[in-house]
């Protein structure tokens, strides 16, 4: 150091000595040399930096710290502004700072508060904590600054903010006076106070009013014992947030010994879920043991755990009977193998329901049980055991026993019922059918399906089917007369789309509010090869060729009897002989959650692939019922499949037209002769003849012409047609003894096998049949 000591020295150690000869104190020259040498060792052994400047804030004398800290040479920063040391952005601030100070003069410690920085001669910046000590000389004040490098330190405290922010705890420190001096962000998410309205605040602001004057007690006996506490020391505590609301806390206590005094950490743990968990375990532990169930545990090796007060009543045996002992004893000795099969279903992790069976009680009696297992797990979700509720099902079994037998009947009586209301048709001569019935699986059983075959006479045949909407008896008792209506109406030969106005007319007259009826009549004439429809919105007829394909009968959309106010339209359709007319009721295609064009669509190809399998109307119908409806059991509406097949065409037709003049009744009778002898049927020819000569009497006598004359043999009958423009249909009676006219439709009657008149578009046909 002596290179920078002058012989008059500039620095605080000279002012001293100038000052102290001008207070005339004798001073021996040897004095002044050594006091400096001892200054400046002092100095320099000093552990911080020391920087001494004047009242100008001009750097006087350094220390070889100074010089270590700040990076200068020592003859870099002597007479230079101390504000070489401070960074560029507080210098101004500083030299204000600088002037209050030499007017204020007072000794500051360090860690007064400041947050400072100094500054290197590299440019870096480093935290400081500085100490001033005014020290007043002739020369004028000079101030001592011990400069202390805090990098260290601040890098520890923030080591330590970081970890107190990163704890999952809200973490609280306070002094001993209960003085809130650090928190972290859990903190502040926790009892919702920002940070800034925690610090300098008591600790007490975050516990509930009642609490308040017992926590100080405690806080101060705390700071006597200062022992750690851990969480969940069995203490009920609770903290208070800032909107007031109160919840259930742990806290951790550990006391903090720092150069300032005692700090108390507390780890603050919201337990509002878990105090929850355990109000709902200790609920559920109460909702268990007053169950009306037996509820129980085991291991998976079947060894009892647990068992409740229903399970008592329901096997007999006590808790302390039970427990521990293998749940096969409450099996019969026939179903032990039961329980080991349930056991390893548990071990797969299985959860068995309503697994209803028998077991046995202490006694001995047998039980019928419904059984519900659910594996239990560790909380590694092991499976270690399983738990089981038990019910007793006995009455329920003999309910169920009972009700069993007593639908049973009720279905019978039902079935009995339908198929009374819905007849049987006959068998018609020359006409293939096949027919499906199937009632509902649900409810009672009865529906509104109904189908009939109706012999029109002279080849012809109707053909109908209906659907009353809904279930139950009132639908069967609708069904059973609108079938009983629709076939007396059919057997008088109206046409269909006459049948459908009389019967919507007639359900109209059954008053059934909001009674819809669908309803589809056929007409088949084989000796023309057609078929004529009317359908009150049924669902469509499907025909299949016998070349094979299936397609929709062409019909007009009319809506369903019971709308009332409705022109019924009809259409004729060619269909070749051999083909196939099949109708069906919605119970056949809607299905819940299908659409119903899908269901039509595979209709239609299970029909298509039965006929290209077998020609057998029973097995293409047996064939469209597995397809559609392959659950026997599990259909909640009635269904009805009807397959009919047209007839082949006559063996021998032939025709005429006939004025109506009296001319045209011989000509006819000669025509029915020459007829029948062409095709080889002379053996009732007089009974033809006199028949055609009655008939087209009538005719000629009380219609219009032209008069048309068919003949149509089958092989098994000969038919005769006579059709006229008049609307009027003859009617039989019986005439007196002087009556010359009257006789004749009675003789018509006396001699056909069958006889019949029917209305069409341009008038009327009478006609008869002859066996051959």
């Known amino acids: 150091m002596s290179d920078t000591v002058t012989s008059e020295p500039t620095d605080g150690a000279g002012a001293a000595q100038r000052a102290h000869r001008r207070r005339g104190t004798p001073s021996r020259t040897s004095e002044p040399g050594a006091a400096e040498d001892r200054f400046r060792g002092l100095l320099e052994a000093a552990p911080d930096a020391m920087v001494i400047v004047d009242d100008t804030g001009t750097i006087k004398l350094v220390n070889a710290q100074t010089e270590t800290l700040f990076g200068y040479h020592r003859d870099e920063l002597l007479d230079r502004p101390v504000e070489i040391l401070i960074p560029g952005r507080f210098r101004d601030q500083h030299a204000t700072h600088r002037d209050d100070y030499a007017t204020t003069r007072q000794v500051r410690p360090m860690g007064a508060g400041l947050e400072l920085h100094g500054l290197r001669k590299d440019g870096t910046e480093f935290p400081v904590e500085i100490s001033l000590s005014p020290l007043e000389t002739t020369d004028g004040l000079l101030v001592s600054a011990a400069v202390r490098d805090v990098s260290e330190r601040k890098a520890a405290e923030e080591r330590f903010r970081a970890l107190l922010e990163a704890a999952p705890d809200a973490m609280v420190i306070v002094d001993d006076t209960g003085t809130i001096t650090l928190v972290n962000a859990q903190t502040e998410a926790l009892f919702g106070y920002r940070r800034d309205e925690l610090l300098g605040r008591q600790v007490e602001l975050l516990v509930p009013q009642r609490f308040q004057v017992n926590h100080t007690r405690h806080r101060d006996g705390y700071t006597t014992n200062r022992q750690v506490r851990p969480m969940g020391a ?114 797969q992790d299985e959860k068995i329901e309503h697994f209803e069976t028998l077991r046995v009680t202490s006694t001995g009696a047998l039980l019928d049980v419904d059984v519900t297992l659910w594996p239990t797990r560790d909380t590694s979700g092991t499976v270690i055991g399983a738990c089981a509720i038990v019910r007793d099902i006995s009455d329920r079994k003999r309910a169920e026993a009972e009700l069993t037998e007593l639908y049973r009947q009720q279905q019978h009586i039902a079935l009995t019922l339908q198929r009374s209301l819905m007849g049987t048709p006959p068998a018609i001569p020359g006409l293939a059918a096949a027919s499906r019935y199937r009632p509902a699986t649900q409810g009672a059983g009865v529906g509104g399906d109904w189908f009939d075959l109706i012999p029109l006479g002279a080849g012809r045949v109707g053909v109908l089917i209906g659907d009353v909407m809904g279930r139950g008896l009132e639908a069967a008792s609708v069904m059973g007369q609108l079938r009983s209506a629709a076939h007396a109406l059919a057997k008088t030969a109206m046409q269909p789309r006459q049948l459908m106005q009389a019967l919507d007319a007639v359900v109209a007259d059954l008053d059934v509010p909001d009674q819809l009826v669908t309803c589809c009549y056929l007409v088949i004439a084989p000796d023309s090869g057609s078929v004529t429809v009317c359908s009150a919105g049924h669902l469509p007829t499907l025909v299949t060729d016998p070349e094979g394909g299936c397609r929709r009968l062409p019909a007009p959309v009319n809506a369903p009897l019971g709308v009332g106010d409705i022109l019924y339209q009809q259409s004729s359709s060619a269909i070749p002989p051999g083909a196939t007319l099949v109708l069906y009721t919605d119970g056949m295609v809607e299905t819940p959650g299908s659409d119903i064009e899908h269901q039509i669509d595979k209709l239609t190809a299970a029909l298509d692939d039965a006929f290209t399998h077998t020609s057998s109307l029973d097995a293409a119908a047996d064939h469209v019922l597995t397809a559609l409806l392959p659950d026997a059991e599990g259909h909640d509406d009635d269904v009805t499949l009807l397959l009919t097949q047209i007839p082949a065409a006559p063996l021998d037709t032939a025709r005429t037209e006939l004025p109506a003049t009296a001319s045209a009744v011989s000509a006819g009778r000669s025509f029915v002769v020459e007829t029948l002898a062409t095709w080889d049927c002379t053996e009732r020819t007089d009974d033809a003849r006199l028949l055609v000569s009655e008939i087209l009497t009538n005719a000629v006598q009380h219609a219009e012409g032209p008069v048309v004359l068919r003949l149509r043999r089958s092989a098994s009958e000969f038919a005769v047609e006579i059709s006229d423009l008049s609307p009027h249909l003859p009617q039989p009676r019986l005439a007196a003894h002087d009556d010359e006219s009257g006789r004749g439709l009675v003789l018509v009657d006396t001699l056909a096998d069958t006889w019949g008149v029917r209305p069409d578009e341009r008038g009327k046909t009478t006609w008869f049949t002859l066996r051959l």
């Open 234 to 347: 069995g203490l009920e505590l609770h903290g208070l947030r800032k909107d007031g609301t109160e919840f259930p806390v742990e806290i951790s206590l550990s006391p903090l010994e720092t150069t300032d005094g005692l700090l108390v950490s507390a780890a603050v743990r919201d337990v509002s879920e878990r105090k929850a968990a355990e109000a709902r375990i200790t609920e559920l532990a109460a909702l268990v043991e007053s169950s009306q169930d037996a509820i129980l545990a085991k291991t998976l090796d079947g060894r009892i755990t647990y068992w409740n007060t229903a399970a008592q009543r329901l096997y007999g045996y006590s808790a302390e009977e039970a427990i521990g002992q293998h749940v096969s004893m409450l099996a019969p000795p026939e179903r032990k193998d039961e329980i080991t099969h349930l056991l390893e279903r548990l071990r």
